[in-house]
T-cell receptor, first 116, second 116 residues
Framework: QKEVEQNSGPLSVPEGAIASLNCTYS??????FFWYRQYSGKSPELIMS????GDKEDGRFTAQLNKASQYVSLLIRDSQPSDSATYLC????????????????FGKGTHLIIQP | EAGVAQSPRYKIIEKRQSVAFWCNPI?????LYWYQQILGQGPKLLIQ????????DSQLPKDRFSAERLKGVDSTLKIQPAKLEDSAVYLC??????????????FGPGTRLLVL
């Protein structure tokens, strides 16, 4: 059974500081890793994807992957009140031959609050 | 480019009634997913289609849930009969295909179901 674990929070961070969100996953053969942001009452939207060990930066966001430790993190620099949302970590197991990637396995999400 | 369309946006039914949800994916997206998101949890994959074939329905409660994608484009998810615990948001997502880097799933706005 694939599992993705996140601290549900809330995580409260002052405006302008770095927010650090963490996620662990149980299936060692997981291939692809994603961070989605979900505002209250809205559907998830993709923030970052990462496939290889190390860091990947996109603007104020940095995703970090450590497959040996089965650990994924998301850093948000210069946090803004508009970053207040639930952040969902998701993984996929593999690609199917003939087409179609695995459906996503999500964690429960971390509720992030940026304090002005 | 139009996004994933879902209808209805809201539905209230009594337990033991039946309900159906409709999804139209982004044009050209071969893979379609249905997720169930219960309040306070991450989305859970119910079923995955590749064109008009089922790739994964291992978490679909088949005694009451059914889904089809007859022409490989739009899809319908049905619940019959509904239970109180089916109250959730039903999210449809699609992606273009299996290639690495093209796994991004785009979510529709969801259908909020309340079972009384």
């Amino acid at each position: 059974q694939k599992e993705v674990e996140q601290n549900s929070g809330p995580l409260s961070v002052p405006e302008g500081a770095i927010a650090s969100l963490n996620c662990t996953y149980s299936d060692r053969v997981s291939q692809s890793f994603f961070w989605y942001r979900q505002y209250s009452g809205k559907s998830p939207e993709l923030i970052m994807s990462i496939y290889s060990n190390g860091d990947k930066e996109d603007g104020r966001f940095t995703a970090q992957l450590n497959k040996a430790s089965q650990y994924v993190s998301l850093l948000i620099r210069d946090s803004q009140p508009s970053d207040s949302a639930t952040y969902l970590c998701a993984v996929t197991l593999r690609m199917y031959s003939g087409g179609g990637a695995d459906g996503l396995t999500f964690g429960k999400g971390t509720h992030l609050i940026i304090q002005p | 480019e139009a996004g994933v369309a879902q209808s209805p946006r809201y539905k209230i039914i009594e337990k033991r009634q039946s309900v159906a949800f409709w999804c139209n994916p982004i044009s050209g997206h071969a893979t379609l997913y249905w997720y169930q998101q219960i309040l306070g949890q991450g989305p859970k994959l119910l079923i995955q289609f590749q064109n008009n074939g089922v790739v994964d329905d291992s978490q679909l409660p088949k005694d009451r849930f059914s889904a089809e994608r007859l022409k490989g484009v739009d899809s319908t998810l049905k619940i019959q009969p509904a239970k109180l615990e089916d109250s959730a948001v039903y999210l449809c997502a699609s992606n273009i295909g299996p290639d690495r880097g093209k796994e991004t799933q785009y979510f529709g706005p969801g259908t909020r179901l309340l079972v009384l």
